[in-house]
């Protein structure tokens, strides 16, 4: 298929380009230099605003440099990775216990989400759960992190579950694990309509058969209706976005989705991206986001892309999103990958100004509720959902 062809030459999957200026090996990393700044003035969207008397001796790091050099008035996001680090996000690999925690007023950690599939999925760490110690010893930002790096040993952690108002200890094992990005259920209504819930967690390349097989799954559950969980989700590659609004919208085969618009110098890279009507293809009457400031990108582009199509029937629930309507194609020197604003992305109608977030729809903004899980009909943004569907509006 041609999304699938194409998926390492788009976006933030990798543009091989040798070792930039390294003479011998790629194993020069002082060579970023003036590698990097010829990004900046080549390929950066905002290249006319890049300083051009610089003194490459003001840095010491990658990171240092593109936080210098970046136009800080719009660019929040160009950064730096290794690539293993590139290698490990793209392929669903990961480091650690898999879960994001949020500090309480009285030094505690709240969880607020469990990776699909993690260490800590697999030990029962629930959302909502309140970490109190870490072996036995007062949490810390300190002793949490060291917990993190301790690799394949058991961290016992003392915690509270307010869902049943009780204390409990349980182990997990810090390590090298494979996570997963999707989870595909039916909900009822109030009013017995069944509706499908996608909990979608990141436009990782290697995610398109996990989308294939969710929406086999909904597909066979005949649903028109469908509520996708983006709060946590903050992009990635847009050919997995792309592959996803296939599934969403059937019979546009040929529309335009998307376009990706480089500067004007860069305008022959333009690309548009476009429907193609799959086997397991839905033909939505309504799709419901839930969404944070957290989710950004590829989040947003979905959003964006599906509007000039579903217009009214695309609903945002939640709060405003991130305000990322740009993207970037890494480049690597052989030991860094850079990842510089290189485009903007339009929808249909030509539509991308949305630098402070996609807003939610008319009285639909709620809080992310942790005391509940994710896909529970209980949870705050999601009970909104339910309601929204079954009467068109919020509460």
Known sequence: M????TIILTLITLFIMGC??????????????????????????????????VNFNDYNSPEVMIESLKYAPKDQWSFVQTKKENDDFFQQNSVGFGFGHTPD??????????RLDSPAF???LKRGDILIAVNHQSITTKNLQLATTNLNTPTNF???????????NIDIQSKEYTFRVTDASTITTESNEKVGYLRFDSFTASATEEI????????????????????????????TTSILLDKLVKDRDEEVQFKLAWNQANSYRDETYRFETDANSLDLKQVVFLTTSWSA??????????KPY?????VIIGDNTHGKPVGMSGKTDGTYIYYLINFVIKNANGFYDYFNGLEVTKDCKTFDDIQHELGDPQEQMLKTALFYVDNGYCE
């Open 2 to 5: 041609r999304k699938i062809q």
């Open 20 to 53: 930039g200026s390294c003479k011998v090996d790629c194993d020069c990393p002082e060579n970023y230099k003036s590698y990097l700044y010829n990004l900046f003035l080549t390929e950066y969207f905002w290249s006319d605003k890049v300083n051009r008397e």
């Open 105 to 114: 007023n009285v030094g505690n950690r709240v969880v607020f989400m469990v």
């Open 122 to 124: 697999y030990a029962g």
């Open 158 to 168: 003392t915690l509270y579950r307010p869902s049943i108002m009780d204390y409990m």
């Open 212 to 239: 294939d097989d969710a929406f086999t799954y909904l597909k066979a559950q005949k649903i028109q209706k469908l509520i996708i969980d983006l709060r946590y989700n903050g992009g990635g590659s847009v050919v």
């Open 297 to 306: 990108s590829a989040s947003e582009i979905l959003i964006n892309a599906l």
């Open 310 to 314: 579903l217009q009214d029937n695309v």
